[in-house]
């Protein structure tokens, strides 16, 4: 697949995917180096366009990540985010020097507000900045964007006039970014047509969005600005990002691709690859994907009323404006339960959208095997918990190995845990105020720390007494939080996984020591 989209491609929409570096800035969220190869691998395999993996001055982890992820990509671009500052530029060169198909993304706030009180530098400095920033990665790299940070909050005639000057400085792409999600649609297209309209040079640039949705506004902000020319979308899997989010990939390419003949534009994605890919980051980040979520929730295709579904059974049109399929979910009535075997399983991951490599795989259906002799009816739902569990775990150094909890009204509460550290088994036993007290408690002794629970929710993945707990624990140590999930049909159980799974995101956190005035 070309990722160099011609000029002749004149309905081409560019698809920039930033799950890596503006989704990982998501509040709890953090991705180890294996798990973002594994992203970055499933978004090349979609046809994503541009793939920007990291902001590798930030910290060694992001330099790592982004120079394997350029190692491995080959089919899509991979850009390195970098300040407007020499150093910056080179570390993100440094970092893309095995890319197939690298870009340089440079940004430098121009607001008057982000100008004044975050980089204290007058305008004409800004301006000067960006032509030394873009000429200098020029020189580096063939491919360069350039980004005015808090683009919608910026003075036009200072926007257009920067815009012009990155460009002959040799930007190829202009990125607008919504950095606060202040925008609105049609004041959006405005200022992408005076774009078009002022900037004598814009025709040698391509236009791009990038949106956050503080007002749940990101998808439309991106669409309504295609609509007035810009043909580049930054969006991430799930819309996961900063605060609200960011304009959520699956959203813009299903609307541009159900509603083409109001937007005829075509991406290079193919839906088919929306739902295993979005179930991917779901369970590396541990973010679940709401169920009522345009395209990706678990109702997105449910029809719960009797007169839907009486419509969806004579014509599937009178209440599906999008297949199931065309996102990658099959229509099937495979029920499972102990006795499915191997095959049954596989085809069953496959209708509900994963790929697992064999070990992932061996993985889930002993998961699934135990849980089946627990529970008759295994539904869609308890495979995917149980596969997520699996997907989330596969690259923990601290692995749960066994649970005995003496709990009830006359205590005291104890538990007995057994903790796999890399590869040495360990053993606690603990008091607590409590079941789920005194096995955190025993976890603290094999894995002493002084990170602060911030959150313990627990959610039945389905009805009934037999329903397996899906259990999400908030974890925070010097303003760093991480969340993590456990699943399983016993509460605490699922409670330790998800305990044990939130600390080995710490100690990959701890290992990265990201400084917080990093982000962008
Ligand atoms: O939101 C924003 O402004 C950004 C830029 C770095 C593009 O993420
Ligand atoms: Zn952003």
Redesign the pocket.
Known sequence: MSTQVKPSDANRVIIFD?TLR?GE?SPGCSMNLQEKIQVARALEEMGVDVIEAGFPIASRGDFEAVREVANTVKNSQVAGLARATNKDIDRAWEALQNAAQPRIHSFISTSPLHMKFKLQMEPEAVHQAIIDSVSYARNLCGNVEWSPEDGTRTEPDFLARCVESAIKAGAGTINI?D?VGYTVPEEFAELISMLMNRVPNIDKAVISV?C?NDLGLAVANSLAAVKAGARQI?CTINGI??RAG?CALEEVVMAMRTRNDFMPYETGVDSTQIMRTSRLVSAITGFSVQPNKAIVGANAFAHESGIHQDGVLKNAQTYEIMTPESVGLTRSNLVMGKHSGRHAFKSKLKELGFELGDNEFQDAFQRFKELADHKKDVYDEDIIALVDDAVVRHNDVVRFVSLQVVCGSTGPQTAELVLNVQGDEQTAKAEGNGPVDATFEAIRKIMPHDAVLQLYQVHAVTGGTDAQAQVTVRLEEDGKTVNGQGADHDTLVASARAYVNALNKLLVKRERGEPAAMT?
């Open positions: 930033t503006d800035q970014p950095t990038h956050h930054e990002g900063e960011n962008a």
